[in-house]
């Protein structure tokens, strides 16, 4: 009987995720829609015979359909969004993929260069970098003593959820006690590129890499993303998104809402953007490979890194969960052909 119910409870959470995600896709296709015009049911056809031939099962086509619409024409090699959660990242991820989000672990595992890392407060314990146990005074004296700011991140924090920022005078030790575990961190200062799009908050660059059978690790796709009016950081309901040419480093000339609504100005902004090259983005993607050889279990991973005003590299986050790839798919793929990824659910 409890096996039976536990399956149950399963596939009904497998029937909403489903849900949800098809929904998602159709009002992203309304959107894409209405800028490039309606979605050629031939296309339409081809997408379900791919998502039943490929993948399994048609209720993998609505993300085809938005890639293709978006593209204009289909594409053999795209990964449907729901297909990349319920079967990619189960596979190649598996549960390594959440120590992504273990704050006080994650720094040490992947080598970290230039770490914002301060302190982190886990299992009702405040610990500096190095892991000694400090006393509430102690803890202070290390955060403010060289950073007039630091931020404050919990634990799975997502989509910019969970982000507190603190000074001397307002840091309060049982405000972060009532948040849980999580990690105290520097406060960026951006180097001037990124500026340009916000002051009011740190920008990031989202690389996607994967470890390939052999070990060699690939970054994938990119984009850049930075908060808008007065966010306080990237916030996934309000952040703008500008693709990135992973070869190149330079900016696509098209800039995304988070509806997917497109345009070639950025709002307040008079900046010239499309073409623009990143500045060090080399050095971005050689540390990301770097890192991610630390952790090749973890077979695919989304970065979020920054450059600071001194040149340097620093990683604000890592997701090896369900990062999300919908947006790079439509907009840039099929960005991860050769991997076999197609196969996973037969396993």
Same mark, same amino acid.
């Given at each position: 009987?409890?096996?039976?119910?536990?399956?149950?409870?399963? =596939?009904?959470?497998?029937? /909403?995720?489903h849900i949800e995600h098809n929904?998602d896709a159709?009002?992203?296709?309304? *959107? %894409?829609?209405?800028?490039?015009?309606?979605?050629?049911? @031939?296309?339409k =056809? $081809?997408?379900i015979?791919?998502? @039943?031939?490929?993948?399994?099962?048609? @209720?993998?086509? &609505?993300?085809?359909?938005?890639?293709?619409?978006?593209?204009?024409e289909?594409? +053999?090699?795209?990964?449907?969004?729901n297909?990349?959660?319920?079967? *990619?990242?189960?596979?190649?991820?598996?549960?390594?993929?959440?120590?992504?989000?273990?704050?006080? /672990?994650?720094?040490k595992? *992947?080598?970290?260069s230039?770490?914002?890392?301060?302190?982190?407060?886990?299992n009702?314990l405040?610990?500096?970098?190095?892991?000694?146990v400090?006393?509430?005074?102690?803890? =202070?004296?290390?955060?403010?003593s060289?950073n007039?700011?630091?931020?404050y991140?919990?634990e799975?924090?997502?989509?910019?959820?969970?982000?507190y920022?603190?000074d001397?005078?307002?840091?309060?030790?049982?405000a972060?006690?009532?948040?849980?575990?999580? *990690?105290?961190?520097?406060?960026? +200062?951006?180097h001037?590129?990124?500026?340009e799009?916000?002051?009011?908050?740190?920008a990031?660059?989202?690389?996607?890499?994967?470890?390939?059978?052999?070990?060699e690790?690939?970054?994938k %796709?990119?984009y850049?993303?930075?908060?808008?009016?007065?966010d306080?950081h990237?916030?996934?309901?309000?952040a703008?998104k500008?693709?990135?040419d992973i070869?190149?480093?330079?900016?696509?000339?098209?800039?995304?809402?988070?509806?997917? +609504?497109?345009?070639?100005?950025?709002p307040?902004?008079?900046?010239?953007?499309?073409?623009?090259?990143? &500045?060090?983005?080399?050095?971005?993607?050689? +540390?990301?490979k770097?890192?991610?050889s630390?952790?090749?279990f973890?077979?695919?991973?989304?970065?979020?890194?920054i450059i600071d005003?001194?040149n340097?590299?620093r990683?604000?986050? $890592?997701n090896?969960?369900?990062?999300?790839?919908?947006?790079?798919?439509?907009?840039?793929? &099929?960005?991860?052909?050769?991997?076999?990824?197609?196969?996973l659910?037969?396993?």
């Amino acid at each position: 009987m409890r096996a039976l119910i536990k399956n149950t409870i399963k =596939k009904g959470r497998t029937i /909403a995720y489903h849900i949800e995600h098809n929904n998602d896709a159709k009002r992203i296709l309304k *959107v %894409v829609e209405a800028k490039k015009g309606a979605f050629n049911p @031939k296309d339409k =056809k $081809l997408c379900i015979e791919y998502a @039943k031939d490929v993948f399994g099962n048609k @209720k993998y086509a &609505p993300w085809l359909f938005v890639y293709s619409a978006f593209a204009k024409e289909f594409k +053999e090699g795209w990964i449907p969004n729901n297909y990349y959660g319920e079967h *990619v990242i189960p596979n190649i991820n598996g549960e390594y993929g959440d120590i992504g989000d273990k704050n006080a /672990a994650i720094s040490k595992l *992947v080598n970290v260069s230039n770490s914002l890392d301060i302190a982190y407060y886990v299992n009702r314990l405040f610990l500096s970098a190095n892991y000694e146990v400090l006393n509430e005074e102690k803890l =202070k004296k290390l955060l403010f003593s060289q950073n007039e700011k630091v931020v404050y991140k919990i634990e799975n924090s997502q989509q910019g959820k969970g982000i507190y920022f603190f000074d001397e005078k307002t840091f309060n030790i049982d405000a972060i006690k009532k948040l849980g575990n999580g *990690v105290f961190q520097d406060y960026i +200062e951006q180097h001037p590129f990124f500026s340009e799009f916000t002051t009011s908050s740190v920008a990031t660059i989202r690389i996607t890499s994967v470890c390939d059978d052999n070990g060699e690790i690939h970054p994938k %796709v990119g984009y850049f993303r930075f908060g808008r009016d007065n966010d306080t950081h990237v916030i996934s309901s309000s952040a703008m998104k500008i693709p990135i040419d992973i070869k190149t480093g330079k900016l696509f000339e098209d800039a995304y809402y988070p509806n997917w +609504e497109s345009t070639k100005q950025l709002p307040d902004k008079d900046i010239s953007f499309a073409g623009k090259e990143l &500045p060090l983005f080399n050095e971005c993607l050689s +540390e990301i490979k770097k890192m991610h050889s630390c952790i090749p279990f973890i077979r695919c991973v989304g970065w979020d890194v920054i450059i600071d005003k001194n040149n340097n590299v620093r990683l604000i986050e $890592l997701n090896g969960g369900h990062s999300g790839i919908k947006f790079s798919e439509a907009v840039q793929g &099929p960005n991860f052909k050769g991997l076999n990824w197609g196969n996973l659910h037969k396993k």
